[in-house]
């Protein structure tokens, strides 16, 4: 999303409902990907400032904007929904008469509104259980509750259920050391079952099925043994070469769910870098560039080489810019941005799935995300 600024000049930013220099209300637009002060019209509804329409669309707040899930985002006038998109795709609220609940709610929803965001920008289908039930979505946010059986984080036709204590950092870091893993977070677990899902609806009964068992293997493995082998026995030792994780490792459906979730981080910290123009071309880091040869079971279906090309350079990108990131986390004490090395196999399961978001843009044109404004001018192992 593009940088914004109130009226008065002041920055803001993407979770602010108010600004800090005048106190103006603050709205996000989901379909223009706009954020900025409104201002009140008639019968309760708003205009964002500045608009360019003229006359200025109306909208009505999200009626979760007071709610634990405090959220900014605004409902055309026109629709018949009080709450936005983004609150629409949450089925189940954990009991907030809990302590923790209303903090964890909020941090939650934040997360998944930055998700559901960069879906949209995708144009991938984004349609709430309750609208479409048989191919909808919907997220179940539940807690543990004593003497009742734990949440298990997962995916099921459409339906994501996360266990609400993952927001609280200690239970995220203790899971996170007891499994072994570099990094966790809610952001992560919203777009490793969104991956699940959106395999469901964009590769399951689709021509990329193939190119999927290709790259990921063959998900009709049985699955509950996959993972009861993984958790007994650890991940195979040659994953770092093929997986991006060593839990992507125990399923094809795994391995896709956590490429797909990577594909998400790159895109949205790319685009972020790119919008704020953070320039690092001029950066002393030298990676070795992957070339052409990394998407070598690919094209199946016709890719043109251009399409290989733009990915390749924004991959490249990525790895460039997350040398820098990670330096200057350490800098500051804490753990690195990105914790993952990419492989040659991982970048061409990366390439698929760029492919299935893509869908048919990918061969109509050979532009890469158009999100990429880091500049790459590297020489091979320099
Ligand atoms: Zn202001
Ligand atoms: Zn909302
Ligand atoms: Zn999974």
């Known amino acids: 999303m593009q940088p914004s600024q109130c009226t008065c000049g002041q920055p803001l930013f993407f979770d602010n409902t ?49 709610a634990a899930a405090a959220c900014n985002w605004l409902v055309p006038a026109s629709e018949p929904a009080a709450i936005c998109l983004s609150c629409r795709l949450t089925r189940t609220l954990p009991p907030l008469d809990r302590p923790r609940n209303p903090a964890r709610l909020l941090h939650l929803e934040s997360a998944k509104r930055r998700v559901v965001s960069m879906l949209q920008r995708l144009g991938l289908p984004l349609v709430p259980k309750s609208g479409d039930p048989e191919h909808g979505l919907a ?71 193939e190119p999927f068992r290709q790259l990921f293997g063959d998900e009709r493995a049985d699955y509950g043994e996959a993972l009861k082998k993984h958790y007994a026995e650890g991940p195979a030792p040659d994953w770092p070469g093929r997986c991006i ?55 199946l279906p016709p890719v043109p080489p ?50 299935v978001v893509q869908g048919d843009r990918v061969a109509k044109t050979p532009s890469p995300p158009d999100t990429l404004a880091v500049p790459v001018r590297d020489g091979r192992g320099g």
């Open 245 to 299: 994780s060593s839990y992507a490792s125990s399923h094809p459906w795994e391995d896709w769910a956590e490429t797909w979730a990577h594909y998400l981080h790159v895109r949205s910290t790319l685009e972020t870098a790119s919008v704020y123009r953070l320039d690092i071309s001029q950066s002393p880091v030298r990676v070795t560039p992957f070339t052409a040869d990394v998407v070598h079971t690919l094209p």
């Open 18 to 66: 108010r600004c800090l220099g005048c106190g103006a209300e603050v709205a996000y637009e989901p379909f223009r990907r706009r954020l900025g002060a409104v201002v009140a019209a008639v019968d309760g509804l708003w205009t964002v400032s500045g608009d360019p329409l003229d006359p200025p669309p109306l909208f009505r707040l999200c009626a979760h904007r007071a």
């Open 306 to 355: 251009e399409a290989v090309e733009a990915f390749l350079e924004w991959i490249n990108a990525w790895i460039r810019l997350t040398a820098v990131l990670n330096e200057t986390a350490r800098s500051m004490g804490q753990p690195d941005t990105y914790p993952f090395v990419l492989s040659g196999p991982v970048v061409e399961k990366m390439f698929l799935v760029h492919c």
């Open 139 to 209: 997220f179940d946010f539940l807690e543990s509750l004593p003497g009742e059986p734990g949440v298990i984080t997962g995916h099921l036709a459409g339906a994501i259920t996360l266990n609400v204590a993952e927001a609280d950092d200690d239970y995220r870091e203790k899971n996170r050391e007891s499994l072994r893993e570099p990094y966790r977070t809610v952001i992560g677990h919203l777009r490793h079952e969104l991956g699940h899902y959106y395999w469901d609806l964009l590769v399951r009964d689709t021509h990329w099925l």
